[in-house]
């Protein structure tokens, strides 16, 4: 989980596919420059997590009530962020603390219904981003949106109860294909679609009043696997073992037949191989005797087979 180290009462963790603890998290060297809403933070972090397609996710807080700042009318505003989207904004009051924390989890974003009176939840889930031939506006307008495109913000600001209002449903963007210009130079590979989960009533929601300036934002980019491994963020995978290793064949496994058939080959080599050095020792000999520039010595005989050694 993403903790500040100048602000440890609040933890904020994203969780993926039903997990009850937080995903991995790396350090972020390139946070966003831009905040998508509510302006500079006192205190913030930026980390990176990877995204799998088709994964639901969702955003988890703890804040520890350490410092006050939930008393009475007074509370802690949580707005929640994701590709520049506001999908969530809630008012943390008293009745929210258990065991000295406020604790809970944005999962689903509120949006119209096409029935009167009721609203429909959307799950968030990672999406692979298309990308297309575009010219003209469509680029423009696909650039704006990149600007926060794989980003998760959430902003913590200290905030007053005004009173009871009607539930407004969010309104988020649910393009999953983008020009490709636009993304030109970005390392982006996920967007967040909206998966539809139930209905429920409109129920009426708390106005708030934000007291100063945010508290705190913590970001998360989100990016495909194989990113974050050009990057040099998390190491690559170790290339795959073959599947059928080679057995080597014991001769114990052989039938005797075979074993007798292969011995016969085996010295038949060998004699090939001997016949073969003894063929060139003798040709090799009598190529040196031919080349030997001294006469050779004759040994002359006379009537009685005595042998002449004079040389003469």
Known sequence: MAVIDSLPEVDISIRINGSETGCAEYDDCYPPHKPAGAGPATHKISKIIESQDNAVFKVHYEIRN????????????VKSYIDGNMV??????????????ARGCVEEVITNSTNSGMAMLKLFSFAAIKKMEECGARVNEDRNLAEHLGNIEIVISLSKVLRQIPLKPFTVNTETEFAEKA???????????????????????LEVDNLGAPLARFTFRYRSRAILQAEGIIPRDPSPEPLHKPQTQSIADLPLSEIRRLAQERLDQLDEATVKREDEATVKREAEEDNNPRPRKVYKKDKYETIDLTGS
Do not use: M, N
Not at 66 to 77: D, E, K, N
Not at 90 to 97: G, N, P
Not at 183 to 205: A, N, Q, Y
């Open 66 to 77: 350490a410092r006050q700042w939930i008393v009475g009318t007074r509370g802690l505003s």
């Open 88 to 101: 969530s904004h809630r008012c943390l009051l008293e009745h929210h603390i258990q065991d000295e924390a």
């Open 183 to 205: 993304l030109k130079g970005k390392d982006l590979t996920h967007c967040t679609s909206f998966l539809d989960d139930r209905e429920v009533f409109k129920c009426p929601i």
